[in-house]
């Protein structure tokens, strides 16, 4: 763990950035709120361009037909923006093509979205392990990945009908939300909706610790967290002793990463495992399946206690 | 590692700087939790000792300090488990297993208004659980700040804490007091909490219109990926065998999305992400049904705004 090696290879990377093409924009501003300063050069790559046109083919089809839906006018594009959708096709075209206005539309923005996503997750790998990173921020991209193809690809195919995937709108996507809950049932008593749940609150609970416990010790240096693994200084000292003597044990500088990690991943997983078990081959309600689970019975009224 | 950089001297600066030596306390691989803990084990510097000069308690149980909120905490947790798993396990209406999840307490009934029970009368349990748990966070909290104050820390936790333990009041304290009864509170128990919740959501037509429910969640979701980000970032980077470990991380990030927030900075921005997200879900509960009473027809106003009336 303390051991420092060298560069490997012929990797060469420093604070002066060598080696690397275009300038850095500098804001001094933006360190007087302790963020960094500078900006970019970034690295424009093939997975890099191919998520950023095929993600710009993505809106730019949603927002065209969107405007198109509203007969060109922009004043009624801007009033009705949260409630224009592109639908799926209709539940009678099944997997197969549909004309345009029927969700031919849903379709071929959906593919370029599809792409868009992982081509990005191609642009993480690729740009980490060229770093000499480990790629553990694309696996960690994963889990909402797996979210996003089980929503809008694995579910509908496996019933059938592209109509269960949800539509390409805001209100539309609350909406479809809303409903699939409802029809299955109530979500609440779903289980994984449950775990998904709690890994959403509980990665939200452990950030707010995590990132209260580091700012509030940035005068130790407990935020130069590459150094404070290898070798703990005073500010991850504190950092947990205060969560020992709080609530009677603790993390350390590497291992809150790694509870991190996992909140975040699973929170994307389990929801997507809960999404995917409601339909009518495996879960058609989830509050029957509660009742029959023996969480909550409604045939007995609780009696009122004092 | 941040290196000095010019800051703007026409604005504040709300930056920081790591004091004078903290960095040569590092020690390669670490010292174990035996060997560090005497040195700051330090009496004095609580909150109760700065205001009656002596603090009698001022000590340690195993590995969690105690302190005059610990006290107040742990008498808050002890009554309140007391009511909590009386009514819900030992005197539910099934087996105790099943009472785990299905046992319940409800608020008082509306009639009772913002008046206390007594013993025997329904709502009682639940006053006094409320009572009890509030009081435990209360103490919890006071206790961060202790412990703030002893390992000289800035009261960050302390504050977060505090967002969540708004939550808690807004939901059982503030809106019930607003609406005048205690029966708006929620119902304890661990589904009917969330049949509460689903109810709730509902009774205001559809809490997924509530703009400030759409916020809190963004909140949520954000936080999730800041979090995911974050932890990703630096277990690769800890792996890492490069000469200077935070600035791969900043060019890992520079190089994916143009701009790396940076090691402080990311720490503050996800403080304020999650806290932000909390506070607008309070927002969110604290409106309905007292200024708003339906979600959907809230967004009447959106239509009916002069700009766009002839639309």
């Known amino acids: 763990m303390a051991t420092v090696n060298t560069t490997p290879g012929d990797l060469e990377l420093g604070p002066r950035d060598k080696g690397r093409v275009g300038k850095p924009i500098e804001l001094p501003i933006l360190e007087n709120f302790g963020l960094d300063s500078q900006i970019g050069p970034t690295f424009i790559g093939f997975w890099n361009l191919t998520a ?28 009705y ?66 979210l996003y193809l089980v929503i809008y690809i694995i579910r509908p195919m496996w019933m059938g009908t592209w109509a269960e995937a949800p539509p390409h709108g805001l209100k539309a996507l609350l909406d479809w939300t809303n409903n699939v809950s409802v029809r299955y049932g109530n979500f609440y008593y779903n289980p994984f909706h449950m775990l998904s749940i709690f890994f959403l609150l509980g990665s ?41 003597w709080c609530m ?40 029957q399946w509660g009742v029959e689970a023996g969480i909550n019975y409604p045939d007995k009224l609780p009696p009122m206690l004092p | 590692m941040s290196k000095a950089k010019a800051k703007d001297p026409r604005f504040p600066d709300f930056s920081y700087t790591v004091e004078e030596g903290a960095r040569a306390t590092r020690v390669p691989g670490g010292r ?52 909590y798993i009386d009514a819900t396990i030992l005197r539910g209406p099934y087996s105790y297993p099943q009472n785990f999840f299905a046992g319940r307490i409800d608020p008082p009934p509306a009639e009772v208004g913002l008046a206390l029970v007594g013993p025997g009368q329904p709502g009682f349990a639940w006053q006094m659980t409320v009572f009890f748990a509030t009081l435990a966070f209360l103490g919890w909290l006071m206790r961060q700040v202790d412990i703030s104050m002893k390992l000289r820390m800035g009261y960050h936790i302390a504050v977060a804490y505090g967002v969540v333990f708004s ?86 990030f520079r ?47 959106w239509n009916t705004l002069p700009w766009w009336s002839g639309v």
């Open chain 1, 52 to 79: 950023f046109i095929t993600g710009g083919m993505f809106f730019f089809i949603w927002l065209v037909v969107m405007a198109s839906q509203v007969g060109w006018n922009p004043i009624a594009f801007a009033k």
């Open chain 1, 81 to 146: 923006f949260f409630v224009l959708q592109i639908d799926p096709p209709p539940a009678a075209f099944g997997l197969g093509w549909a004309p345009l206005e029927l969700g031919g539309w849903w379709l071929i923005s959906t593919f370029f979205l599809t792409v868009s996503i992982f081509a990005w997750l191609m642009h993480l790998y690729t740009r980490a392990v060229r770093l000499g990173l480990k790629p553990y921020l694309a696996y960690g991209f994963t889990g909402a990945i797996i």
């Open chain 1, 204 to 244: 939200t609970v452990l950030l707010a610790m995590h990132a209260g416990t580091i700012w509030a010790l940035e005068k130790y240096g407990a935020h130069e967290e590459w150094q404070e693994i290898q070798a703990p200084g005073t500010g991850t000292e504190r950092a947990q002793l205060f969560w020992r």
């Open chain 1, 248 to 287: 009677g044990f603790n993390a350390n500088a590497y291992s809150i990463h790694l509870w991190a990690f996992w909140f975040a991943w699973l929170c994307g997983v389990t929801g997507a495992i809960g999404v995917f078990l409601s339909m009518p081959d495996f879960v058609n309600n989830w509050y």
């Open chain 2, 32 to 83: 174990t939790i035996e060997e560090l803990e005497p040195e700051y084990k330090i009496k004095g510097r609580t909150t109760f000792s700065a205001l009656f000069k002596i603090d009698p308690f001022d000590f340690w149980v195993g590995p969690f300090y105690v302190g005059f909120w610990g006290l107040v905490s742990v008498l808050g947790i002890i009554f309140g488990s007391y009511f």
């Open chain 2, 167 to 252: 939550s808690w009041l807004t939901l059982q304290i503030i809106r019930p007091v607003l609406l005048g009864q205690w029966h708006e509170g929620f119902v304890l128990g661990i589904m009917p909490h969330l049949d509460w919740v689903s109810n709730f959501g509902y009774r205001y037509n559809n809490f997924f219109y509530n703009p400030f429910h759409a916020i809190g969640i963004s909140g949520l979701f954000g936080s999730t990926w800041l979090l995911a980000c974050h932890g990703s970032l630096i277990l690769s980077a800890a792996q890492y065998r490069g000469p200077e470990g935070g600035d791969i991380e900043n060019q890992f």
């Open chain 2, 255 to 301: 190089d994916t999305i143009i701009y790396s927030i940076g090691e402080s900075g990311i720490h503050r921005l996800g403080f304020i992400f999650a806290c932000g997200g909390v506070l607008s879900a309070n927002l969110c509960i604290l409106l309905s049904g007292w200024p708003v009473q339906d979600w959907v027809s809230f967004w009447n106003f």
